[in-house]
């Protein structure tokens, strides 16, 4: 079977959602509400993945640069900074896959790359062939939701999963959203489909490191000073 990948089914598997600039850093076109927090906690999640060799599917929105005639999408445009990953949501063993339609797999990609990304031209992962049939034919014991947007397409990959039989955990605080009411109906709904909701701390421990990094934002920095500095954590 092409993806006995996750040979053991016991293995858990953290599903890594748009983690791209224009969604995480404050000055990418569609950032989210609280990015710092959230990314510090993306942030400790790719590291836990990292160390303990948990295979990541990464899924990014890509959409076609048309010249400017892209009506009102004006994020993740093929070829802008917007829809490059945050540096450390990549590891150095890992394969790219374009949104083309096909639904090709290399026979053992998740036994020679830890993480695999699969561009998609959409919201939901399931609209992409290729996408779908990864998350279908997958077998693990836990699927690990971090990502955004928690009322788009994090809520979309939590239901798809659920409606396959999977088992869908989400990592609240390490999930983004635009919309405050929207974000907690999105929640309620995956719970009530099954979703167990849960916090980075419970995978990765707790650590007193708030670093995000990767934004230049004012906050990401004074953030980055007090750390520095060894002052103490906000709470
Ligand atoms: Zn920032």
């Known amino acids: 079977m092409m993806l006995q990948m996750v040979r053991a089914k016991r293995r858990q598997v953290l599903v890594d959602i748009n983690t791209q600039r224009d969604f995480f850093l404050a000055d990418g076109t569609v950032c989210i509400r609280n990015h710092r927090r959230v990314l510090a906690h993306v942030r400790r999640l790719m590291a836990w993945a990292r160390r303990r060799g948990?295979?990541?599917?990464?899924?990014?929105?890509v959409y076609p640069d048309n010249n400017g005639h892209n009506g009102d999408l004006r994020y993740c445009i093929d070829g802008?900074?917007?829809?490059?990953?945050?540096?450390y949501t990549l590891l150095a063993s890992r394969i790219s896959f374009a949104a083309d339609g096909s639904t090709d797999l290399p026979r053992d990609m998740l036994r020679r790359y830890q993480q695999v990304i699969f561009h998609k031209r959409c919201v939901d992962p399931?609209?992409?062939?290729r996408i779908d049939r990864v998350l279908s034919e997958v077998c693990a014991a836990?699927?690990?939701l971090m990502g955004a947007a928690a009322e788009g397409a994090v809520k979309a990959a939590a239901l798809g999963l659920l409606q396959r039989d999977k088992k869908v955990s989400i990592v609240i605080d390490a999930v983004g959203y635009h919309d405050n009411r929207e974000a907690k109906m999105a929640f309620r709904k995956m719970?009530?489909?099954?979703?167990?909701?849960?916090?980075?701390?419970?995978?990765a421990g707790t650590s007193h490191l708030r670093l995000v990094g990767a934004c230049h934002c004012?906050?990401?920095?004074?953030?980055?000073?007090?750390v520095t500095v060894g002052a103490p954590d906000e709470k």
């Open 54 to 61: 948990i295979p990541v599917i990464s899924t990014c929105e």
């Open 80 to 87: 802008t900074d917007g829809q490059l990953k945050i540096p």
């Open 126 to 129: 399931f609209d992409e062939p």
């Open 142 to 144: 836990e699927f690990i």
């Open 191 to 203: 719970e009530a489909k099954g979703a167990k909701l849960i916090e980075t701390r419970r995978i």
């Open 218 to 226: 004012e906050s990401c920095q004074r953030m980055l000073q007090k």
